[in-house]
């Protein structure tokens, strides 16, 4: 499987349109990606994105069900999830399974990837056929591992701009380092430093450092 070598010039819709062409070889015709809603519960999750565009109601829909959610990252649960919809719809019968269904898939391969506190990223491939194999699965999980930095980057951006400077005083909070000693890292004033942090916990609607560090990951900034 060749995947496009220019993403880190693309936004979140052209990264998705390009993986997705790339997976189509694989039988794969939907890409959704979901993640933690910073303001909200620790069940809240927000859809990060949809491809193609018809799918976000149900991806709406899988977003406000509990399935692979909170409950599967206090489990044991691998963080790759193989299911094949039209078998498990007559089980559970929920709305996401029954609206995707009516697009015509059938499976779908999930690929978490965990943050603090019991939230995760979700990236959903699905297809309008069954997989004959783990291997199947294995190869698009492997894509989603590799895409991953890149597509996480482009929706952190899109939801949140914080200056570089910013990001680096949370990065460096974030490394448990304090103020003095992100000053001499960054090789400025301390006072500069808590200027960038106000203003990076200002954009993140935050009122201390502990909480600006903690929204940036679920954001994906950090």
């Not at 993403?7 to 039988?27: M, P, T």
């Not at 779908?108 to 699905?126: I, K, M, Q, S």
Request: aromatic share 8%.
């Amino acid at each position: 499987m060749t995947l496009p070598v220019n993403f880190d010039s693309l936004g979140v819709d052209s990264i998705l349109a390009d993986w997705l062409c790339a997976l189509r070889e694989q039988g794969v015709e939907g890409l959704v990606v979901l993640g933690p809603n910073p303001m909200g519960s620790r069940e809240k999750r927000d859809v990060l994105a949809a491809h193609p565009p018809r799918l976000l109601p149900a991806a709406e829909a899988l977003a406000e069900s509990r399935d692979f959610g909170s409950s599967w990252r206090e489990s044991d649960a691998p963080l790759v999830a193989w299911q094949d919809i039209a078998k498990s719809a007559a089980d559970q019968g929920s709305r996401w399974r029954r609206l995707f269904l009516a697009h015509g898939h059938q499976s779908l391969v999930r690929v978490a990837f965990p943050l603090p506190a019991g939230r995760a990223f979700e990236c959903f491939l699905f297809s309008p056929r069954a997989f004959g194999s783990r291997t199947e699965a294995a190869t698009l999980a492997w894509s989603a591992f590799n895409i991953w930095p890149m597509l996480k980057r482009a929706l952190a951006e899109q939801r949140v701009a914080l200056s570089p400077r910013e990001l680096e005083s949370l990065n460096l909070a974030f490394e448990g380092l304090t103020a003095r000693e992100t000053a001499t890292r960054m090789e400025v004033s301390e006072r500069t430093v808590n200027y960038h942090l106000a203003n990076a916990m200002s954009k993140l609607q935050t009122d201390n450092k502990l909480a600006a560090v903690q929204r940036a990951c679920w954001l994906g900034l950090i």
